[in-house]
């Protein structure tokens, strides 16, 4: 049986000087069942994480989809050390750059022109702030989740701190409703100038959504923008927009783009990007060489090898392997699994007098316990086996058996031996 002294003694000191104990909110406590869950790594390689508490894990997380190769990956450690013994970051534009621009370019066909920064939040609010310039509007219409910074965070219940000036200049559509987005346009006319959506998330397009949202963007006289952070480098080496044929006027990469190191990549037409010479969107660290160096090499690497291929073809496995199990244990009502075989979303929802949150959380609780690091996604890596694959739908089938029992029973509470996951913050 797992145990979880060590990081439940750090937690308590870790949090009297970092708020909540994480730099990153999804990484944080808040994710896992409490007194019962690893809380700090201490290293990884390949698909496996260890804890302080000397705990191994098949990872389904992979730093929230950034490590799509796999920890440690030889190729990008590579590149990355030998970079380091020519310079982490330079007071001159390094050239590493101009190859990372001309990869994008070559595989994402809205990429003419590309800036890099450090986190998605950046390419976001820099297409942002590109088609405030462009379009001389202020108001945007939005749909997914698009980073911390006030213009999109303060149309979400964490709104706190941010000016209600600001609030009022974003605006929610839903997905695969394209009437809710040219109700935006009739209700703010002249108003909006971007459409910023996740091209996919937990469902797929239908009936040609996404050329629909970007033709009544540009028939309103706004741009249409992609926020590919997750689906780039994971659906498609060009991302979502190649996968399904439709090219926005800008769009934001991250995350996937360097298996893990710290970079993003705000990408457009030329006619659009061509404004970042008169905006200011500037980083001292926009062009620091370790991170660049890696998203050469991982790009290369994807290019190489059928990287893509196996999150589609083993996230495939995992997902109608998990589908077909939550029939056979009669949880259909239960448990339910959305999006793509590269990123999958379990949903949970009450039964029997149990709440949705003490469902996921006994599910999380026997996951740890089976060494599977989990919170209720399928994070894919090219680092995953069949092997691996094999075991977590093993896995489900013990616990999905063992929860219908304890629903059927109603002892399910009873067998939670921590405390609940937080009702965390949804943002999709």
């Not at 609030?167 to 009437?179: A, L, V």
């Not at 690497?301 to 077909?324: A, D, F, R, S, Y």
Request: one cysteine or more.
């Amino acid at each position: 049986m797992k145990k979880f002294t060590n990081s439940n003694q750090l937690f308590k000191q870790v949090k009297e000087v970092i708020p909540y104990a994480s730099q990153t909110f999804s990484k944080s406590f808040y994710q896992y069942i409490k007194g019962e869950a690893p809380l700090f790594a201490t290293e990884a390689k390949g698909a496996y994480i260890y804890d302080v508490d000397g705990n191994r894990y098949i990872d389904m997380i992979n730093g929230l989809l950034p490590v799509v190769l796999g920890y440690q990956y030889k190729a990008v450690d590579d590149a990355i050390k030998a970079q380091l013994k020519k310079g982490i970051i330079f007071s001159l534009p390094s050239l590493l750059e101009y190859e990372l621009a001309k990869l994008l370019k070559k595989h994402i066909p809205s990429a003419e022109m590309s800036r890099f920064g450090k986190n998605g939040s950046d390419a976001t609010s820099g297409a942002i702030r590109v088609a405030r310039a462009v379009t001389g509007r202020d108001y945007i219409a939005v749909c997914g989740y698009h980073g911390w910074h006030d213009w999109y965070i303060g149309s979400t219940t964490r709104n706190l701190g941010v000016p209600e000036s600001t609030r009022k200049m974003t605006y929610k559509f839903e997905y695969n409703n394209i009437q809710s987005l040219e109700a935006l346009f009739k209700k703010y006319p002249k108003k909006i100038a971007a459409v910023i959506l996740e091209p996919e998330n937990y469902e797929p397009p239908k009936d040609n959504f996404l050329k629909k949202v970007v033709d009544v963007a540009h028939k309103n006289g706004a741009l249409a923008v992609f926020d590919e952070v997750i689906t780039g480098f994971r659906w498609d080496l060009g991302g979502a927009q190649k996968y399904y044929g439709v090219t926005p006027d800008l769009s934001s990469f991250g995350k996937s783009m360097a298996n893990g190191m710290p970079i993003s990549a705000l990408v457009g037409k030329r006619k659009y990007m061509e404004k970042v010479n008169d905006i200011f969107y500037s980083f001292t660290a926009g062009g620091e060489a370790l991170s660049l160096a890696a998203a050469i090499a991982t790009i290369k690497e994807m290019e190489k090898k059928p990287v893509i291929k196996k999150l589609w073809t083993l996230g495939g496995l995992l997902k109608n392997g998990v589908k077909n199990l939550v029939k056979t244990h009669n949880l259909e009502d239960v448990i339910g699994m959305k999006g793509q075989a590269p990123w999958q979303i379990f949903s949970f929802h009450e039964a029997n007098g149990f709440s949705d949150l003490e469902i996921k959380t006994y599910v999380q609780q026997e996951m740890l316990q089976a060494g599977v690091l989990w919170y209720g996604s399928h994070n894919m890596s090219y680092a995953h086996s069949p092997n691996d694959v094999k075991f977590l739908i093993k896995t489900y089938d013990k616990v999905f058996g063992n929860l219908r029992n304890l629903l059927d029973q109603k002892t399910l509470r009873k067998n939670i031996k921590g405390g609940l996951i937080t009702n965390i913050f949804k943002v999709r």
